[in-house]
């Protein structure tokens, strides 16, 4: 077994082309920068596999020489799971594994490889006048892989499911260089353990994906989009249960969000003055999609049922063209990152049920008041799902590092308050190296032990994202 530095480079060097391997740290930036900026560890080497069999060749390597491998997609994960946690380790970039093995339009399914980012699957999909359902505002370089690996959810998984569900089957790279060829799908399979269902959402941690079945849909014929305003969380809950119980799974959005998160869009012109016209606490962007012609204006009736009863006030925008409707979409994808530009921010991303959504953000909002009134809350996301990313921006002028300094203080109230309502600390982000030692608080310590086995039995050597999800 090699250890030294330089023997390991040397022979990664004779396993893969020269193009194939980044050792120059001054070359790592863009895939040791990850999107909140909060790990810094460098890298040994970036691979950067061609095909499945430099993946096994890789792996296998590792394996012999218990060297720590960190799948990477396109590095846009939340919780630090793309990214080192301790030295000497490599990072594997599944970027370049990123071709369409087989479309089968009449059955509804594909066969991608792990590296095709997302928005191109939605781009190379319509020409056939099909859909993937899953979407989230990383689109633009998020890969499948990854969104597997982190069984990413987003704005339409109220309909269509998270990942999981969108998923028909997986070829995975195990922690011993063997390959899974989980690909097929059977509507009927009950011969042994669900795998698939085990890699996904494994954040790297017991295999490498290479390659997934997908589930497509035919393309909605229209969509249903307004943004309504309210006064409060309560009203927003109670639109979203009226709405449900008469559209049902064509209800494919209900996103909240606070007056707070137009402000910052308004004023770092994201967004144009004359889209938002009143001065509401809360909006509601919501969608209906409809795959028939027949009755296509359920939004529109239960909106106007809603209005007269005086339950949304008149700050309703409608949308009434494809172009309307992207902005209004554009409004909800820039929300994370308008919030950037308001200083610093501390977030959570939880889930509890949705009829608790309004208590959640009630009790948070005051909870947090308590540590320092002028905290300024932006509780906006997946309402429908009971998923809010609560995050709160630094109070007005202040400094940065001293509002990060109250992090821990921050995430006590907010995590708390979500245990007390039977929540989840990480709705759809992942637990990557963030939220280790939370997960180790709070999770039922059977699961914890049966998550343990699982790891050591598929990674012995625990090579595979060594540290994230299991410290
Ligand atoms: C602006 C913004 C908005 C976001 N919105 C959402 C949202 O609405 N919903 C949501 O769920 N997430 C969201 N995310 C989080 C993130 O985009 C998703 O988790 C995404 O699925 C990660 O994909 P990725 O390819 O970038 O993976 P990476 O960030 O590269 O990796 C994430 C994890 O997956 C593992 N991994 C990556 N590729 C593989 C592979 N091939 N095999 C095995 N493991 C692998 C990594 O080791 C890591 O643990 C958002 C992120 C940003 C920056």
Redesign the pocket.
């Known amino acids: 077994m090699i250890k030294n530095t330089a023997q390991i480079k040397q022979a990664l060097g004779n396993l893969l082309d020269a193009n194939s391997i980044i050792f120059a740290q001054e070359e790592m930036g863009a895939y040791l920068d990850?999107?909140?900026k909060r790990f810094h560890k460098k890298a040994l080497a970036i691979v950067l596999p061609k095909n499945v069999s430099d993946v096994q060749k890789i792996v296998r390597f590792a394996s012999e020489h218990e060297l720590v491998l960190?799948?990477?997609?396109?590095?846009?994960?939340?919780?630090?799971?793309?990214v080192p946690l301790f030295a000497n380790e490599i990072i594997i970039?599944?970027s370049r594994?990123n071709r369409v093995r087989k479309i089968d339009v009449a059955a509804g399914n594909i066969v991608v490889e792990?590296?095709m980012?997302?928005q191109q699957l939605h781009e190379s999909v319509t020409k056939d006048n099909m859909f993937f359902p899953l979407?989230?505002?990383?689109?633009g370089?998020?890969?499948?892989?990854?969104?597997?690996?982190?069984?990413?959810?987003?704005?339409h998984?109220l309909s269509y499911g998270?990942?999981r569900e969108l998923c028909l089957g997986i070829e995975?790279v195990m922690a011993d260089g063997s390959l899974y060829n989980g690909l097929k799908y059977l509507k009927k399979d009950n011969s042994g353990y669900d795998l698939k269902n085990l890699?996904i959402g494994?954040?790297?941690?017991?295999?490498?994906?290479?390659a997934a079945n997908l589930k497509l849909i035919k393309q909605p014929i229209e969509n249903e989009t307004a943004l309504v305003a309210l006064e409060n969380v309560q009203q927003a809950y109670e639109l979203f249960c009226t709405i449900k119980q008469i559209a049902n799974s064509k209800l494919s959005a209900f996103e909240i969000i606070p007056r707070f998160g137009i402000d910052i869009l308004l004023k770092h012109k994201v967004i144009e003055k004359e889209l938002i016209k009143d001065n509401s606490p809360y909006y509601v962007l919501a969608e209906i999609s409809y795959f028939e012609r027949g009755n296509n204006d359920i939004l529109m009736g239960e909106l106007e049922k809603a209005y007269e009863k005086e339950q949304i006030s008149d700050g309703t925008i409608y949308a009434q063209s494809v172009a309307e409707r992207e902005e209004l979409w554009h409004l909800r994808?820039a929300m994370?990152?308008t919030q950037g530009l308001e200083g610093a921010s501390i977030k959570h991303?939880v889930s509890v049920a949705p009829q608790k959504v309004p208590q959640l953000i009630k009790r948070g909002i005051e909870a947090i008041a308590k540590i320092d009134k002028n905290i300024r809350p932006c509780p906006f996301?997946?309402l429908g799902d009971g998923n809010i990313?609560f995050n709160f921006s630094q109070p007005k002028g202040a400094n940065p590092e001293e509002f990060l300094a109250m992090s821990d203080e921050i995430h006590k109230a907010i995590y708390d308050i979500v245990i007390e309502l039977d929540g989840s600390i990480s709705?759809?982000?992942?637990i990557?190296q963030l939220k280790t030692d939370l997960l180790k608080q709070v999770k039922d310590p059977v699961a914890l032990n049966m998550m343990q086995a699982i790891k050591n039995a598929l990674d012995p050597k625990h090579i595979?994202?060594r540290g994230?999800i299991l410290r």
């Open positions: 990850e999107p909140r960190v799948p990477q997609g396109g590095n846009t994960g939340l919780v630090g799971g793309q970039s599944l594994l792990a590296g980012i997302l979407t989230i505002a990383s689109k370089s998020a890969q499948i892989g990854g969104v597997l690996a982190t069984n990413a959810g987003g704005i998984a998270n990942a995975a890699l494994s954040e790297g941690t017991l295999a490498i994906i290479t994808e994370s990152e991303d996301g997946h990313h709705a759809e982000h992942g990557g595979m994202n994230k």
